[in-house]
Nanobody
Framework: QLQLVESGGGLVQPGGSLRLSCAAS????????IGWFRQAPGKEREGVSC????????NYADFAKGRFTISRDNGKNTVYLQMNSLKPEDTATYYC??????????????????WGQGTLVTVSS
């Protein structure tokens, strides 16, 4: 079955960094576009970044530009989200997902079909 497993979350101080991993099983990353999303308590799920599986096209939410970097390792069937200069407002559960969508639309959760369980990121002193 198709499965995505996120890891790498945890507690980090403001200004710190984390690298999240999204490991895919049951399919390879040419299945579709991989997106990172986040959801804080009481807020809607929002797109963070996404990357095409067939090329290296990427997209970023405005709040992520210049701070976060999405990347793909096809050999490990894994997508990463490097998060730098973290802020308290980045605190959320982060999810990865797969969808049949281009990078122009891949910041919208509505296009994504298979989701991981999420990994919690807490940015606090």
């Amino acid at each position: 079955q198709l499965q995505l497993v996120e890891s790498g979350g945890g507690l980090v101080q403001p200004g710190g960094s984390l690298r999240l991993s999204c490991a895919a099983s049951g399919f390879t990353l040419d299945y579709g576009t991989i997106g990172w999303f986040r959801q804080a308590p009481g807020k809607e799920r929002e797109g963070v970044s996404c990357i095409s599986s067939l090329d290296v096209n990427t997209n970023y939410a405005d709040f992520a530009k210049g701070r976060f970097t999405i990347s793909r390792d096809n050999g490990k069937n894994t997508v990463y989200l490097q998060m730098n200069s973290l802020k308290p407002e980045d605190t959320a559960t982060y999810y990865c997902a797969v969808g049949a969508v281009g990078t122009g639309l891949c910041l919208s959760p509505r296009w994504f079909e298979v989701w991981g369980q999420g990994t919690l990121v807490t940015v606090s002193s």
